[in-house]
Nanobody, 116 residues
Framework: VQLVESGGGLVQPGGSLRLSCAASGFTFSSYVMSWYRQAPGKGRELVAEITSTGGTTNYKDSVKGRFTISRDNAKNTVNLQMNSLKPEDTAVYYC??????????WGQGTQVTVSS
């Protein structure tokens, strides 16, 4: 199982970034996919989640209306579109996959920094 995130970087407040996670080595279409983040000195928290078919999504309250999670099961990718970014969104963002058995796999993370 391999998950590789990309798309992080430095952006000004109010700006946008699109994170991508490329998956390989497992049946992607069977996995619930999620984006987590971890800010310095804080625990890892769930940001957004999408079911295996993409039919249901769930978001952390503070990102609702600003972030959108999506997936392409044909390309084995999951994305996180982040708009209206705030300094408090600064964190390392991780992609996570959870299979039908409950087994989870994590990517290595990508840094997002929101600063003027």
């Amino acid at each position: 199982v391999q998950l590789v995130e990309s798309g992080g970087g430095l952006v000004q407040p109010g700006g946008s970034l699109r994170l991508s996670c490329a998956a390989s080595g497992f049946t992607f279409s069977s996995y619930v996919m999620s984006w987590y983040r971890q800010a310095p000195g804080k625990g890892r928290e769930l940001v957004a989640e999408i079911t295996s078919t993409g039919g249901t999504t769930n978001y952390k309250d503070s990102v609702k209306g600003r972030f959108t999670i999506s997936r392409d099961n044909a390309k084995n990718t999951v994305n996180l579109q982040m708009n209206s970014l705030k300094p408090e969104d600064t964190a390392v963002y991780y992609c996570r996959g959870r299979g039908p058995s409950g087994r989870t796999s994590w990517g290595q993370g990508t840094q997002v920094t929101v600063s003027s």
